[in-house]
């Protein structure tokens, strides 16, 4: 078991940095209100704000919602898609849910953990 400050995930507008519901260990926290975490063996600083932390390690799958429009093909209407996937805890593997499962296999890691259906509205 790996020592670690907490886990870290990150809010929206660093998404692009971070896997959106994926957890991150941190490797750091500094006392001007930064914390740095290690993506893909590299370390990443981020404001503390942009961030969710929580101490424990995370064993459940992360609920993402995206919503989007589909491009009209073949003359029919665009139409707005509502995408929810799951990230798993242990290798943040996305993966896509139906449904509302209480827990999810993942295809990748063959981990069975259980979806955090919390904060999704
Ligand atoms: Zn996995």
Not at 6 to 21: E, P, Q, T
Not at 35 to 57: G, N
Not at 62 to 88: E, F, H, I, K, N
């Amino acid at each position: 078991m790996r020592v670690t400050l907490g886990w870290a995930r990150c809010a929206d507008n660093v998404a692009d940095i971070l896997r959106r519901g994926a957890w991150y260990p941190i490797v750091e926290e500094s006392a001007d209100g930064h914390v740095v975490v290690e993506v893909r063996q590299q370390r990443v600083r981020l404001s503390r704000t942009d961030v969710t932390i929580r101490k424990e390690v995370p064993d459940h799958w992360s609920v993402v919602v995206r919503t989007g429009v589909l491009r009209p093909t073949m003359g029919g209407r665009g139409s707005d898609v509502v995408t929810t996937y799951a990230v798993c805890p242990l290798c943040h593997y996305r993966q896509d849910v139906a449904g509302k499962p209480a827990s999810v296999k993942c295809v990748r890691c063959g981990a069975n953990s259980p979806v955090d259906w919390t904060e999704t509205c």
